[in-house]
């Protein structure tokens, strides 16, 4: 039997190892081992292979839209603009008024907010890069201000 130093420093560190550590190792080793050949590239829903952008380069905003008392706004209306102001998509919030927006080009847009009887909210300019994923602050809409005239006439 031919012993190698690689095989004798192998077996010094897992002897010197607890032996939830040494097994563990020993997992790693395996799986290492027998890897998987590298799997096929994602795409983009919607475009055939190899054309379009890949998923490394697109990337996402989200955020959650709440109420003064940090309740969540469910069904609130957000439009996605770009550097145009061009509506690129718009979607409404979940029933946790939380919201997605995946896909993205890299380039810049705004983040419009907007809810039956509540003020509406436009973010600052976001500047997306390829991949990146960005998580908005919650954004908070505060009830709209209402205002009301009564005209008071004298009939005598």
């Known amino acids: 039997m031919t012993v190698n130093i690689r095989q004798v420093l192998i077996l010094f560190v897992f002897a010197s190892l607890p032996p939830f550590l040494a097994a563990q190792r020993s997992l790693i080793l395996n799986a290492q081992e027998q890897a998987l050949p590298d799997a096929p590239q994602s795409q983009v829903a919607g475009t055939p292979s190899g054309e379009g952008k890949s998923e490394a380069n697109v990337g996402s905003i989200e955020g959650t839209v709440l109420d003064k008392n940090q309740n969540p706004l469910p069904a609130a209306q957000i439009t996605l603009t770009g550097p145009s102001g061009s509506v690129v998509r718009t979607l409404q919030s979940g029933d946790n008024g939380q919201f997605s927006i995946a896909g993205l ?49 004298d009939n005598k």
């Open 105 to 153: 080009a890299p380039d810049t847009y705004k983040v419009t907010v907007s809810a039956r009887g509540m003020s509406s909210y436009t973010s600052s300019q976001i500047s997306l890069n390829p991949g990146e994923f960005r998580i908005m602050p919650p954004i908070i809409l505060s009830l709209a201000s209402v205002a009301t005239s009564v005209t008071v006439t």
